[in-house]
């Protein structure tokens, strides 16, 4: 199984950007599909976006497609999410989680990480 790690979260006005990031370890992070999903105060963890093997396919949530970018490079074992024109509503702890298929219900995953916290202001 592959360790992720997320990082490169802040606060931001809104209309900014930031860029995150989740670092594997472990199994071959490119047999992975590798997906990012947000989880706000009192409000259940969803999904966000998602990237497949080889980065050729990505999907999104609605609300975020045009502004955030999924991307991978498997030679770094790292994804990215950069989330431009932030905001408020984008306010939530970000978690990044890799499974063997695209998988954008968060009840299929068993293990977390810490997630990384992104704050909006407005």
């Known amino acids: 199984q592959v360790q992720l790690v997320e990082s490169g979260g802040g606060l931001v006005q809104a209309g900014g950007s930031l860029r995150l990031s989740c670092t594997a370890s472990?199994?071959?992070?490119?047999?992975?599909?590798i997906h990012w999903f947000r989880q706000a105060p009192g409000q259940e963890r969803e999904f966000v976006a998602a990237i497949n093997l080889s980065g050729t396919n990505t999907y999104y949530k609605d609300s975020v497609k045009g502004r955030f970018t999924i991307s991978r490079d498997n030679a770094k074992r790292t994804a990215y999410l950069q989330m431009n024109s932030l905001k408020p509503e984008d306010t939530a702890v970000y978690y990044c989680a890799a499974a063997m298929s695209i998988t954008v219900r968060s009840s299929g995953y068993t293990d977390w990480g810490q997630g990384t916290q992104v704050t909006v202001s407005s």
């Open positions: 472990g199994r071959s992070f490119s047999t992975y599909a």
